[in-house]
């Protein structure tokens, strides 16, 4: 069977950025030195091309970001050995079954995490038990039918908490206060020292950018938070 062939895929590019991770072996530093080296990155509002009326189109960008599109690509590098195993990792974390239609793109970054939990790309993290139970009704992509959405998040508060359970290249996503979305936002971690930073494409600062979590949580209303955990190259 064709597979679809990406749009906008620079082989060299990626290349390059594989890399630059060459010498380190486990995912999650490989995370560390793929994320670092798209820091800078243009933000961009809703990269991938399609719809409920418009054919949905395979879309791979190393140059600008919306923030899924971020933790997706530096994700799908960090668990590649080349450009031709980057782009059907991508290609399989980003849709259901790996099939490039619209129906079937992970919308919902509960959808996200369950599916890629399922195909064994994540894991969740046992040490950052979420114990805030939340049961959404999401409603907010046009054009999709309206899909219950059952979930725990740990409370910021307690995040911080246990920040020293967190390990480089986590994948965090911020639980929204709003009544039909489950998730507003989500990015990448990093330890620093004692310290943790969060790398995300971010749309007020325009680009790929690294804070301290501690400032990203104060600064932001949310429902809580979710942590997932890379497994090793599948």
């Known amino acids: 069977m064709t597979r679809p062939q990406p749009q906008d895929f ?3 590019r990626v290349e390059r950025l594989l890399k630059a991770a060459t010498g380190a072996t486990r995912a999650g530093s490989r995370v560390d030195i793929i994320s670092a080296t798209l820091l800078g990155k243009p933000y961009q509002s809703n990269p991938l091309i399609g ?3 418009t054919p949905e189109v395979f879309t791979v ?3 600008r970001f919306d923030c899924v599109t971020y933790i997706e690509t530096v994700f799908a590098l960090a668990q590649s050995r080349d450009a031709r195993c980057f782009f059907d990792v991508l290609r399989r974390i980003r849709y259901a079954d790996g099939k490039v239609e619209w129906s079937l793109r992970n919308h919902y970054m509960t959808e996200w995490i369950r599916n890629n939990v399922r195909s064994g790309w994540i894991r969740r993290t046992s040490t950052l038990s979420a114990d805030v139970a939340k049961d959404r009704l999401l409603t907010v992509v046009p054009g999709l039918s309206p899909r219950r959405a059952k979930f725990h ?5 307690t995040l911080l908490r246990n920040s020293d359970k967190i390990e480089t290249g986590d ?3 911020f639980a929204s206060t709003r009544a039909h979305l489950d998730v507003f936002h989500c990015g990448i971690l990093i330890r620093n020292g004692h310290s943790v930073l969060l790398r995300h494409a971010s749309r007020s600062k325009g680009g790929v950018v690294e804070q301290p979590l501690e400032e990203f949580l104060k600064q932001n209303r949310m429902a809580g938070a979710i942590v997932v955990r890379s ?4």
């Open 171 to 173: 994948l965090i996503f």
């Open 231 to 234: 497994t090793e190259s599948n």
């Open 61 to 63: 960008s190393t140059d």
């Open 51 to 53: 719809s409920a009326e």
């Open 153 to 157: 998040c740990i409370p910021k508060t």
């Open 10 to 12: 620079d082989t060299r």
